[in-house]
């Protein structure tokens, strides 16, 4: 039933009681109908009277069944416009929600995935780099024993600096201090 179409029938209300009980003033103006439509979808009555100046009823009409279970009556969901724009939106948020949380999920499982990946190929990387120093290292050695400069000449070349902090790696000492030196007293 269309509750403003009712209530703008002539005669028109003055104001109107809901359920038997409560008496609402209609008030006066131009928003008037939706103010009393508000108020009817806000209140849920049962039973609605239409009543004019003097507290007579003009109308009066029955919005659900009375004869319905108690149990179902308190178990509905509220009947209305703003009900169901409240229903809708949280609704809409929930879904939101839910979507927010499965592609965070996703971009995370991903870049735990990009992480793993690209740790394991650094650590080959560094292996490799590693392996590629130690057999450098190792056919300077046999080039500067053959040309007679020996291990002397080779750790004063330009690898011996490389050459010992390898050794100091590999032996585990910690590399050596470096030498005081006097200054002309600037800093």
């Keep these: 039933m269309n509750i403003k179409s009712w209530l703008r029938r002539v005669p028109h209300p003055v104001s109107l009681r809901l359920d038997d009980k409560k008496v609402i003033r209609i008030s006066e103006g131009k928003n ?23 507290g007579n009823t003009i109308r009066m009409t029955q919005l659900a069944d009375p004869e319905a279970p108690a149990d179902e009556a ?20 929930a879904d939101g929600a839910a979507a927010h949380a499965k592609a965070y999920e996703l971009a995370f499982g991903e870049n735990t995935k990009l992480v793993g990946l690209l740790a394991e190929r650094l650590g080959g990387l560094e292996k490799a780099w590693q392996q590629t120093l130690e057999q450098r290292a190792s056919e300077l050695m046999q080039q500067g024993g053959a040309s007679g400069e020996g291990l002397d000449g080779l750790m004063n070349g330009p690898m011996g600096p490389l050459l010992q902090a390898l050794a100091m790696k590999t032996l585990g000492e910690a590399p050596p201090a470096k030498p005081v030196v006097k200054t002309n007293g600037k800093k």
């Design 32 to 54: 008037k109908w939706r103010d009393i439509i508000d108020v009817i979808a806000l209140e849920q009555p049962v039973k609605l009277e239409a009543l004019d100046a003097d």
């Design 74 to 93: 308190a178990g509905a969901k509220p009947k209305g416009e703003l009900a169901e724009l409240g229903a809708l939106i949280g609704k809409a948020y």
